[in-house]
């Protein structure tokens, strides 16, 4: 009795986590789909701290798929949507402006 209590307890927390991480996702479509999908395999750090173009993410949510995400057609478009705009590629380093005279 004691286990079924604790696999309860433990049941309990792991279905909540889906939702504390998706208090570290930006707002946007997608949000839920990403912490519920992601999150169920690894950390959100590990999304929040990549940086990619729309064709990147699809390549990742891709592999991510192919690792046995088990998310449809339609929610991985809406996943990569969200991914591309809250997380995009960093825009490329300002060229150094010379100095007047040289």
């Known amino acids: 009795m004691r286990f079924a209590a604790r696999f309860a ?50 390549g990742v949510v891709g592999y991510m798929v192919s690792r046995g995400m088990s998310a449809t057609n339609d929610e991985v478009k809406i996943i990569v949507d969200y991914l591309a705009k809250s997380f995009p590629s960093p825009p490329p380093a300002p060229k150094p402006v010379p100095a007047k005279g040289k």
């Open 9 to 58: 307890a433990l049941s309990a927390v792991l279905c909540m986590l889906p939702a504390l991480y998706a208090q570290e996702l930006p707002a946007g479509e997608g949000k839920d789909l990403v912490a519920s999908q992601c999150a169920s395999c690894h950390g959100l750090e590990q999304v929040t701290a990549h940086r990619d173009s729309k064709d990147g993410w699809d």
